[in-house]
């Protein structure tokens, strides 16, 4: 870890006036530091600023950035209109992990590619623009099959950034030019050629709080985590999914893909194959085929698209009303 200046604040116009990084929880930050992938000369403390309250507002909550996974998780208003929020949140990493982490933080939380954190590796155009993706001839069971291009297949690791898209949720940033919204689907950036760019996240802006609408299929939603191992892992595949019922017809969709894609991956075509037709395993499949036809096999991570499809149509079983 290279030598770095550090403060605090907990004033907000101090923040978006720094040029330096936002901390919070640090734990994916600080570990890239340590590895010397990331070489930020100041560091800013922002957990002094008032952003960790969840609220209800019109139409759905407000969450503020700096809340912590674990309490958003437990929190009552979360669990009961926003299942696949907590779940997702409750899967993912360690419970002391949860207990330090910010969802701003999570939204910005880097890929685990072998390649982008092992500096023994040259090529990685993350890290080194224009050097190369060494994964693409490389190990890359556990890489992106969806919204992958030859200079960058690296998986988006977040749990909760899959189920946040997924219930249309919307990104409040803070700026020296002032304040904007940005769609969940919108934030994250496909590598196309300029991998290293993975956010809309303008210079010097915070995030200040997320929203998400209260709907019918917010409310019907769930998570669906396959992993390697039991618990802290992240997703080799993962569904969010939430249906709108009308008896046994789906009147609306949501879905959105984990360990799969280059971004959390929302899937509009999937939706679309289930409005206005009955929640049967049937459907189920087709709407995963048009998901996933797009899909790229890589060499070794074909596996996936098939695992996909099962997890989806899986995660939507869960859904289905009693019978």
Request: proline share 5%; charged share 25%; with cysteine.
């Amino acid at each position: 870890m290279q030598p770095f200046d550090f403060a605090r604040t907990s004033d907000t116009k101090h923040a978006i006036g720094s040029k330096a990084r936002f901390v919070a929880g640090g734990t994916n930050l600080i570990d890239l530091m340590k590895a010397d992938v990331e070489h930020p000369s100041q560091l800013l403390d922002i957990n002094g600023i008032a952003l960790n309250k969840i609220e209800r507002v019109d139409n759905g909550v407000r969450i503020g950035a700096l809340v912590r996974m674990s309490d958003a998780a437990e929190h009552a208003i979360i669990r009961e209109h926003f299942p696949v929020i907590s779940q997702a949140l409750l899967l993912s990493a360690s419970p002391q992990i949860r207990n330090a982490a910010s969802l701003g933080g999570n939204l910005m939380q880097r890929t685990r590619c072998p390649y982008f954190r092992e500096l023994l590796f040259a090529e990685c155009n993350k890290r080194n623009p224009g050097s190369g993706c060494s994964a693409i001839e490389g190990e890359n069971r556990g890489h992106a099959v969806l919204g992958g291009s030859p200079s960058c297949i690296a998986t988006h690791p977040s749990d909760f950034s899959v189920a946040f898209a997924a219930l249309d949720g919307v990104i409040t940033l803070r700026g020296p030019n002032g304040e904007r919204q940005v769609k969940a689907t919108d934030f994250h950036l496909l590598p196309g050629n300029t991998p290293h760019l993975e956010h809309d996240l303008e210079p010097g802006e915070l995030i200040a709080s997320l929203f998400i609408p209260d709907t019918p299929h917010a409310r019907r939603s769930a998570y669906l985590k396959v992993r390697d191992r039991s618990s802290y892992e992240f997703a080799v595949s993962s569904a969010a999914v939430g249906l709108d019922l009308d008896g046994n017809t789906i009147r609306s969709a949501r879905v959105a893909f984990g360990g799969i894609g280059t971004k959390p991956w929302r899937s509009h075509e999937a939706e679309a194959a289930l409005t206005g037709k009955a929640a049967t395993t049937a459907n189920f499949r087709d709407a995963a085929e048009v998901a996933l036809k797009g899909a790229k096999d890589w060499g070794q991570n074909g596996f996936k698209i098939e695992l996909a499809k099962r997890t989806l149509v899986r995660a939507l079983e869960n859904l289905k009303p009693e019978t």
